[in-house]
């Protein structure tokens, strides 16, 4: 029993000892063991544009349905803000001596105005109709005639220019002309009378000594303006009456057109103190005053402006002044938005010569450039810091036959 045990136990390892051997060699443990694997890093391709999708298979109603999106909700866009309403505001010009033609004497001359505008009505407000076309209201002083009607006068300074000549003042945008002064009567009554018709006929508004018109610019301020002459010294009476006409007739804002003072002074007679001041007093906004042919002073007075002298403008009634300064006056009113009523919010002046040239006149008013000598020098007139001596305009030049 002993050696068929041993048989057996032989028999049986010769039988599996190489079975186990072979296992072993051919496991996968062996072959593939964990410390022996590497693990690869996997870089993502670059993305492609997709290639094209086969149209899809129409699916049954309720399977499309159920794969369509709800859409989500629409964002509500933010209000716009309201701008808060901003007051109206209006900005009226005024300018001096406008002189459209040139004495007897001179007409031949190829300096004269006549000549040198040529029949280019737009030549002598080139250089300033911008200013005139934004503002709501320009006012000149004419003086001199407009008539194609033939006439004579005695003085020795006298100005008739052509009924043509309106078209120079509605190409500078001139909207009124006074003709309160010493040669709106040059020519007699007939001819005064044409000159009025004749503005009229361009729609220039127009009043003499001692008269108002009311009118409403095109952005709807309703302005009087009373014109004062009277020989140089208009009466505070005359004055003061006009105003307060002009105010009873609802004129929004009043400007009162003087033409007054000392030849060639740079400084106030206490003559035109004391109608400016009755003027303001009464109710008037703005007095604008001419007729020295020179600047004088800018005054504040009880709520209202005084311009005292703004000089010439186009002025044909010299080729060559011994003083080309000049200003274009401004004065900006605002409507309130609570009540509509009109308050003055700013007056200006923009220094200018009455020439595009410095040695002869050419007719053509420019504005002179901020900062330099000549601006300063006639902004210096006009804000009362001019300490020149006053000039004496010599006519002798006129009369030959007198001298000697």
């Known amino acids: 029993m002993g050696k068929t045990l041993t048989r057996i136990i032989k028999v049986i390892a010769a039988v599996m000892i190489p079975g186990i051997i072979a296992i072993t060699l051919f496991s996968p443990a062996w072959a593939a063991r964990t410390q022996d694997v590497t693990v690869k890093t996997f870089t993502p391709l670059p993305t492609c544009a997709p290639a094209d999708t086969p149209a899809p298979t129409a699916e049954p109603a309720a399977v499309a349905a159920a794969v369509t999106p709800t859409p989500g909700p629409t964002a509500t866009p933010e209000p716009t803000p309201t701008p808060e309403p901003t007051p109206q505001q209006y900005t009226i010009s005024m300018i001096g001596d406008c002189t459209i033609a040139s004495y007897p004497k001179i007409k031949a001359w190829s300096s004269a105005i006549e000549n040198v505008i040529n029949g280019n009505y737009a030549y002598p407000f080139s250089n300033t109709a911008q200013i005139f076309e934004a503002d709501d209201l320009t006012i000149a002083n004419l003086e001199c005639s407009i008539s194609d009607q033939k ?9 008739l220019a052509p009924a043509a000549y309106t078209q120079i003042l509605t190409e500078g945008s001139v909207e009124v002309a006074t003709m309160a002064n010493n040669h709106a009567m040059d020519f007699g009554q007939a001819i005064y009378d044409d000159t009025a018709a004749n503005l009229t006929a361009a729609g220039i508004a127009n009043c003499g000594d001692g008269e108002s018109i ?24 005359t004055v003061t009456r006009g105003v307060l006409d002009l105010k009873n007739r609802g004129a929004e804002v ?29 109710g008037a906004n703005i007095i604008v005053g001419h007729g020295p042919h020179r600047l004088e002073p800018y005054e504040e007075y009880n709520g209202g402006v005084i ?3 703004v000089s010439n403008f186009v002025f044909g009634g010299n080729t060559i002044p011994a003083d080309m ?7 900006v009113f605002e409507r309130s938005l609570e009540d509509g009523t009109i308050s003055l919010v700013e007056a200006r002046a923009l220094p200018c010569s009455i020439s ?19 601006y300063k020098r006639a902004m210096s007139k006009v804000d009362g810091s001019w300490t020149g001596a006053n000039q004496t305009i010599d006519y002798s030049f006129m009369h030959p036959e007198r001298n000697g």
Request: aromatic share 14%; glycine share 6%.
């Open 151 to 159: 006439g004579y006068s005695a003085s020795t300074f006298s100005f």
């Open 254 to 282: 009043i400007v009162v057109s003087c033409h007054w003072g000392d030849e060639a002074s740079y400084y106030t007679n206490a003559s035109q103190v004391q109608v400016a001041h009755a003027a303001i007093d009464a």
């Open 356 to 374: 595009s040239q410095t040695d002869i006149n050419d007719y053509r008013p420019t504005l002179f450039e901020p900062g330099t000598d000549d």
């Open 325 to 331: 300064d000049t200003v274009i006056a401004q004065v």
């Open 214 to 237: 009311l009118l409403t610019t095109d952005s709807g301020l309703i302005v009087g303006i009373f014109a004062a002459y009277n020989g140089h010294y208009p009466s505070v009476d």
């Open 307 to 309: 311009f005292y002298s």
